[in-house]
């Protein structure tokens, strides 16, 4: 079987994302780091895989694709045959693509945009995406009551695009104290066969 090769970050949480599924879904795939630090996203080679310039991409023989979210789809549309990962059923499905934009909303303004600040130096308000952050952990801490996972009865991509921006939440300055659920749901991802953890940060509440 031909190799897949994920283009990534390591601190980057998009990248783990697809780094996560390929890994629970046993997928032979060989992961190329790219440079952010010194602009290897913004220049013509990598550009060529990606116009927006941005990690990560995953190559699977003629298939090129981007975007984080595009790639969990794709994933578990082609290889996993149980349906488990990304749910037919109408309202499971519908369910599994409201938690993916949540995943590029509220997660991505909230606890990412938090912790670029404390790791990425970026100029970013700090105060109001811990703030966002805030606001999403309660909704999420207010849906897992009762709930294993985001979506049904089984763990999908609803989980994975969620998880690891969320899960180093603290890196950026978010506590996740005060969210038993959230904590508890967190737990049970990483107890999954095959897991992998995305590289930490000794930032924020992490330090």
């Known amino acids: 079987m031909r190799k897949i090769k994920l283009y990534r970050h390591a601190l980057s949480g998009h990248s783990h994302r697809a780094e996560l599924l390929?890994?629970?879904?046993?997928?032979?795939?060989e992961l190329v780091d790219v440079d952010l630090v010194n602009g290897e996203h913004k220049q013509p080679p990598f550009l060529a895989l990606n116009r927006f310039g941005q990690v990560p991409v995953l190559?699977?023989?003629?298939?090129?694709?981007?975007?984080?979210?595009a790639i969990l789809v794709y994933l578990a549309t082609r290889y996993d045959s149980s349906g488990k990962w990304l749910p037919r059923e109408p309202d499971r499905a519908a369910g599994?693509?409201?938690f993916l934009s949540v995943a590029a909303g509220p997660v991505a303004n909230g606890p990412a945009?938090?912790?670029?600040?404390?790791?990425?130096?970026?100029?970013k308000d700090q105060q109001a995406a811990i703030g966002d952050a805030h606001k999403l952990l309660e909704?999420?801490?207010c849906h897992l009551t009762g709930r294993e996972w985001l979506v049904g009865e089984y763990p999908s991509i609803a989980d994975i695009a969620n998880y690891s921006y969320i899960a180093h939440a603290p890196e950026g300055g978010v506590s996740l104290n005060a969210y038993g659920n959230v904590r508890a749901w967190l737990t049970r991802i990483q107890k999954l066969p095959g897991f992998v953890a995305m590289q930490a940060t000794p930032v924020g509440l992490a330090a």
């Open 113 to 123: 945009a938090a912790r670029l600040v404390t790791v990425f130096g970026a100029d």
């Open 59 to 69: 190559e699977d023989g003629d298939t090129v694709l981007a975007d984080s979210n």
């Open 22 to 29: 390929l890994s629970l879904l046993q997928l032979d795939h």
């Open 139 to 141: 909704v999420l801490e």
């Open 96 to 98: 599994v693509q409201r």
